[in-house]
């Protein structure tokens, strides 16, 4: 075995060789170890083979050189000093590897790896525990992203249970934050959901919104997701005009953010002025009050998608509010993902639909107009500068 070369290897343990009361255990799932993951920096121990892999590709293999001194026992040798220093550098060590471990657990959470993001969210528990304690509040993020994880794969028994244990902190330490509030009652909502509690799930869906209202702001994009999952039971309990008042609000948190992504552009072009629907507004005056994360746009676009059917099978593909989401998406393909045609297709028919409903001359329509000739023009320009390369491209031959 080169360690120049090797990455890992699996090996089968024979469990003869260890002491009866000693038996490894898996790093997953605490259950008693088959194989052992060795890498050129540390030998790790798993249930089986797959658990072994699962484990390399979600966490090990981008930390199993920080790890490797965290498994060892530290030397009691030393003056009172050196080894107090000893131990708070390993406290800093692993107060790193929790945040790394927890990053890219949340990276592969929007991926939709989700089997991947569980290794990631284990390791960080396990140091959190050894830092801060098994009813520490630090607990409670590991916790929800196992429980995401969980969901994701379709385990809601594995998710409830993650889920009652982060709840159970919460409810003991008043010094939680709101922000992880909000997190776990949107995902004890999303677990009501799946199990069609849908009474629960309203209620969970509210807290989520009460405790994202207070961090965030009642307009924030990271309170529109409360919005759109309290929208999805409502149409899940036949209530639809509920329903379409809560996807209304999400389409004008995204419109609002969008128009302000919009302004900010047209200002790096010349400082013009944009018309919008209710008023003539500087550039520049309207600025998005947050950045949403990537999972959040991930999810963004998703409701935005699922609102856009909604409305065309309740209301109709020409109804107003229709042409509203169409628009919305296309500011959205534009200013956000940078897919100027496909921009350019939701805009084109929230145009027509703005025409017919509202008229030519009405000021919703001649925004829309405005925009989209914008984006037409981009789109030109793009296709411009293609057909310019391959002209130099064939010319040099």
């Known amino acids: 075995m080169n360690p120049e ?4 290897e699996i090996q089968k343990l024979n469990l003869l060789a260890f002491p009866r009361n000693e ?30 892999e699962q484990a390399w590709h979600g966490i090990v293999k981008k930390v199993s050189h920080l790890i490797a001194p965290l498994l060892n026992t530290p030397p009691i040798i030393g003056t009172k000093d050196e080894r107090a220093r000893r131990t708070n550098n390993i406290a800093l060590s692993k107060k790193s590897l929790i945040d790394f471990c927890l990053s890219e657990s949340q990276n592969l959470l929007s991926s939709e790896k989700y089997q991947l993001a569980i290794p990631g969210a284990i390791q960080s528990l396990k140091f959190s525990k050894e830092l801060y304690g098994d009813m520490s509040v630090e607990n409670v ?16 028994r594995q998710a409830e249970e993650y889920l009652a244990l982060a709840k159970w902190i919460v409810l003991n330490d008043e010094k939680c934050s709101d922000r992880v509030k909000s997190r776990l009652h949107q995902l004890l909502g999303r677990l009501h959901t799946a199990e069609g509690k849908f009474e629960d799930a309203k209620t969970a869906f509210a807290s989520s919104i009460f405790f994202s209202a207070k961090t965030y702001g009642a307009e924030a994009i990271a309170t529109a997701i409360g919005y759109y999952n309290l929208g999805d039971v409502f149409i899940a309990l036949g209530n639809i005009e509920s329903a379409l008042a809560f ?3 999400v389409v004008d948190i995204w419109y609002k953010y969008l128009s302000g992504l ?6 790096k072009m010349g400082g013009r002025y944009v018309e919008t629907p209710e008023n003539t507004t ?38 107003i509010a229709t042409g509203e989401v169409q628009y919305s998406l296309g500011l959205f393909e534009f200013f956000i993902l940078g897919n100027e045609e496909e921009s350019a297709r939701y805009m084109g028919v929230a145009h027509e639909i703005y025409q017919s409903q509202l008229g030519a001359s009405h000021a919703s329509t001649l925004h829309v107009s405005a925009v989209l000739s914008l984006v037409n023009q981009q789109v030109m320009e793009k296709e411009g500068g293609v057909l310019q390369s391959n002209r130099m491209h064939t010319s040099a031959f």
């Open 247 to 249: 996807f209304d609000k």
């Open 23 to 52: 038996l490894p255990k898996c790093s997953l799932t605490g259950s008693t170890a088959n194989v052992q993951l060795v890498t050129p920096h540390c030998t790790l121990f798993y249930a089986t083979e797959s658990h072994a």
């Open 282 to 319: 500087p550039l520049g005056d309207v600025v998005p009050a947050d950045e949403p994360t990537e999972a959040q746009l991930t999810d963004g676009k998703n409701h935005l998608l699922q609102i856009l059917d909604n409305r065309q099978r309740l209301l109709g593909d020409n109804h």
């Open 141 to 156: 993020e590991p916790y929800l992203i196992l429980a995401q994880a969980s969901l994701g794969m379709h385990s809601p």
């Open 262 to 267: 919009h302004s900010q552009a047209l200002n």
């Open 5 to 8: 070369t090797l990455e890992y």
